[in-house]
T-cell receptor, first 111, second 109 residues
Framework: SQTIHQWPATLVQPVGSPLSLECTVE??????LYWYRQAAGRGLQLLFY??????ISSEVPQNLSASRPQDRQFILSSKKLLLSDSGFYLC??????????FGNGTRLTVT | QKEVEQNSGPLSVPEGAIASLNCTYS??????FFWYRQYSGKSPELIMS????GDKEDGRFTAQLNKASQYVSLLIRDSQPSDSATYLC?????????FGQGTELSVKP
């Protein structure tokens, strides 16, 4: 069966520090991969999605970037965090035209 | 980016009642629709997928789709306190899933 791993579960970072969140999927090949962010009490905002290695679509212009160095690995990065980057970050995978399946999420607090 | 809109919550129902959650979407070309449940502090989990007009039932859950009206709903029969959560409607647009803001449901014992 397919599983998705996302880490760390919680993270507290100062403003201006870098960020790297990693997500890996097991048990499937060539999945679509997604990064969403959820601010407190809000819905899910799509940040990036990828349909293959090196193929990244950015949905929201901001100081975040994403990379997909391997088929089942998706990384979210920032060079300098802002206070507004705080939130619940969710990685997800899907097959074509299938539902998304989410990881457990990373709760990021920028102080 | 097209929009997905849900009833503003919170929605409160007594235990054993039917909870009705609604969602409208703006992209007429959308073909895939999903309902997710999200408990506080947790990630969303898939409840139902629906792709064709009409009703789809799974246990106590029924999803209803009307593409002409661009409307999708979720009914929860015999609501239980454990159903208390935020329910997210999602619509596929090309390779991505667009989510509504969610409706918070509270089931009172």
């Amino acid at each position: 069966s397919q599983t998705i791993h996302q880490w760390p579960a919680t993270l507290v970072q100062p403003v201006g520090s870098p960020l790297s969140l990693e997500c890996t999927v097991e048990g499937t090949s060539n999945p679509n991969l997604y990064w969403y962010r959820q601010a407190a009490g809000r819905g899910l905002q799509l940040l990036f999605y990828s349909v293959g290695i090196g193929q990244i679509s950015s949905e929201v212009p901001q100081n975040l970037s994403a990379s997909r160095p391997q088929d089942r690995q998706f990384i979210l990065s920032s060079k300098k965090l802002l206070l507004s980057d705080s939130g619940f970050y969710l990685c997800a995978w899907s097959l074509v035209n299938s539902p998304l399946h989410f990881g457990n999420g990373t709760r990021l607090t920028v102080t | 980016q097209k929009e997905v809109e849900q009833n503003s919550g919170p929605l409160s129902v007594p235990e054993g009642a039917i909870a009705s959650l609604n969602c409208t979407y703006s992209d007429r070309g959308s073909q895939s629709f999903f309902w997710y449940r999200q408990y506080s502090g947790k990630s969303p989990e898939l409840i139902m997928s629906i792709y064709s007009n009409g009703d789809k039932e799974d246990g106590r859950f029924t999803a209803q789709l009307n593409k002409a009206s661009q409307y999708v709903s979720l009914l929860i029969r015999d609501s239980q306190p454990s159903d208390s959560a935020t329910y997210l409607c999602a619509v596929r647009e090309g390779g991505k899933l667009i989510f509504g803001q969610g409706t918070e449901l509270s089931v009172k014992p």
